[in-house]
């Protein structure tokens, strides 16, 4: 599995590394994005829907890139990437986000910069139609990392952020996910929220597969023209989640970090109590940064993914050297939530804006760029 992953993941950097034989070693810019991990199938996804999640990674892609390309920095291109996710209903981040057991929804995100290792982080927000400018917000203008609920909601508002109906939130599709999670619990279904569109309304829109529960949560990870590092995600966290339930997306060092003192940034997907408790984000950027604790051992099947996606650059060994490290500190971390039970995936900015995505889902809505490469959008787990 984790031979496949990697390999995969490589390839998907294959092209652009081998479009630029003289580019220099490090790309001057480079972004990587997810929109949720899981049980992700040809056949669970229509053309139309395969097709519509395509556009809309790559839409989230331009606007990073743009802003990177323009010399703006890795925070403010995470957040043009992650805000458009969010306000596409395709993807469990603010509008399309999952309901909770009480037929709400309550959204999470958080933002880390790496340079100064500034986090900010948002729990359970329900008005707020961006929650990862309201984890900006928090990082930037309190003295706080982290805020919850209407506390965090009357902050939002009062730094100015759009504060919308929490119907605005509201999906058909998602919504069905909650009764048939309620129903199969044998728990009460909760009346359509006031203000909810008809199913006919929505039917103008896209969905997500119908089977989809929780997959969707987004996330961005980018290296600005400076050097500087910049991790964000934001999710509606699990359907019919109970309890004031907050998964690892907000928790800095689980689903989010961000270090340039370790050459790192992380976001991640899947289910958040595992991530929580394998401290993803931190373990990969700890492993990242003391990459010389690594022993050779046998990663020859990274070694040969690493190998045709730096052929041709100018310095091919020390390419391959990190993005070995890269690729394996994030596939470990991986393999670690799932000896837990947990499943989901990584993206992950390793030193000189190398790339690796790992997951042990049979997808991942993902993409990447680096500056001089064509953007490259994929799905499945055994995608090139
Ligand atoms: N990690 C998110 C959470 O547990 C859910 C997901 O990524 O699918 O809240």
């Not at 081998?18 to 996804?45: T, Y």
Request: charged share 20%; with cysteine; aromatic share 4%.
């Amino acid at each position: 599995m984790l031979a496949r992953l990697a390999l995969a993941a490589t390839l998907l950097l294959a092209a652009p590394a081998a479009a630029q034989n003289a580019a220099p070693e490090r790309p001057a810019w480079a972004l990587a994005i997810h929109g949720g991990a899981g049980v992700i199938e040809r056949q669970n996804l229509s053309p139309e829907q395969d097709a519509a999640y395509r556009a809309s990674l790559q839409r989230a892609l331009d606007a990073g890139a743009a802003v990177l390309e323009a010399g703006g920095s890795a925070l403010d291109a995470v957040q043009a990437a992650v805000q458009l996710m969010e306000d596409d209903p395709l993807f469990n981040a603010g509008r399309g986000a999952v309901f909770t057991g009480a037929g709400r929804n309550e959204l999470d995100a958080a933002v880390m910069d790496g340079p100064t290792r500034n986090a900010g982080a948002v729990a359970g927000l329900t008005r707020t139609r961006h929650p990862i400018a309201a984890a900006r917000a928090v990082m930037e203008q309190s003295p706080h990392v982290m805020l919850i609920g209407e506390g965090a909601e009357t902050f939002a508002a009062a730094r100015g952020l759009e504060q919308v109906d929490p119907a605005f939130f509201f999906t058909e599709s998602r919504w069905r996910a909650l009764e048939r999670t309620l129903r199969e619990r044998g728990e009460p279904v909760p009346e359509r929220p006031a203000g909810a569109q008809s199913p006919g309304a929505m039917a103008a829109l896209p969905q997500p597969p119908l089977d989809e529960r929780k997959f969707g949560t987004v996330g961005a990870v980018a290296l600005d023209r400076e050097g500087r590092l910049a991790a964000g995600t934001s999710t509606g966290g699990m359907t019919a989640k109970r309890w004031g339930r907050v998964g690892d997306v907000p928790v800095i060092g689980a689903g989010t970090y961000a270090s340039n003192a370790d050459g790192c940034a992380v976001s991640a997907t899947g289910d958040g109590e595992y991530f929580i408790r394998a401290t993803v984000a931190r373990d990969i950027c700890a492993a990242i940064g003391a990459h010389q604790r690594m022993s050779p051992g046998d990663h020859a099947a990274n070694d040969a993914g690493a190998a045709m996606a730096c052929a041709g650059e100018p310095d091919e060994a020390g390419c391959r050297h990190r993005l070995r490290i890269t690729q394996t500190a994030a596939s470990w971390e991986i393999d670690d939530v799932a000896s837990l039970g947990g499943s989901g995936g990584v993206i992950v900015l390793g030193p000189d804006g190398d790339i690796a995505f790992a997951m042990n889902t049979s997808g991942m809505y993902r993409g990447a760029v680096v500056a001089g490469g064509a953007p490259r959008v994929a799905i499945y787990a055994d995608e090139e």
